[in-house]
């Protein structure tokens, strides 16, 4: 079992940046790939970002590309999601979730492990 905690969610104005941490407990976080994923209103969940075990490797939806990056540190076991140039669209709940597997991959049935969930709302 893997026990995922986001937190750094908020309010933010047009072109403002947050950071989102995911705090992961369980079992060996170095070997999951992770990701976030987020869920607007009335929206079906998406896929925002995700990294494989090692690093290595990061993908990301076109529409955030060049403004969200999504690290790990695995000493802390923890996940970030660093949003800069946030715009209203991006106001949803963001989840963190995490894979059985090491690869990363953008599709929400490849992740086993779910957070609650942060709120981000940008205003404009």
């Known amino acids: 079992q893997v026990q995922l905690v986001e937190s750094g969610g908020g309010l933010v104005q047009d072109g403002g940046s947050l950071r989102l941490s995911c705090a992961a407990s369980?079992?060996?976080?170095?070997?999951?790939?992770m990701g976030w994923f987020r869920q607007a209103p009335g929206k079906e969940r998406e896929f925002v970002a995700t990294i494989s075990w090692s690093g290595d490797d990061t993908y990301y939806i076109d529409s955030v590309k060049g403004r969200f990056t999504i690290s790990r540190d695995s000493a802390k076991n923890t996940v970030y999601l660093q949003m800069n140039s946030l715009k209203p669209e991006d106001t949803a709940v963001y989840y963190c979730a995490a894979r059985s597997s090491y690869l990363a991959s953008v599709a929400r049935k490849g992740y086993d492990y779910w957070g609650q969930g942060t709120q981000v709302t940008v205003s404009s």
């Open positions: 369980g079992r060996s976080f170095s070997r999951s790939a």
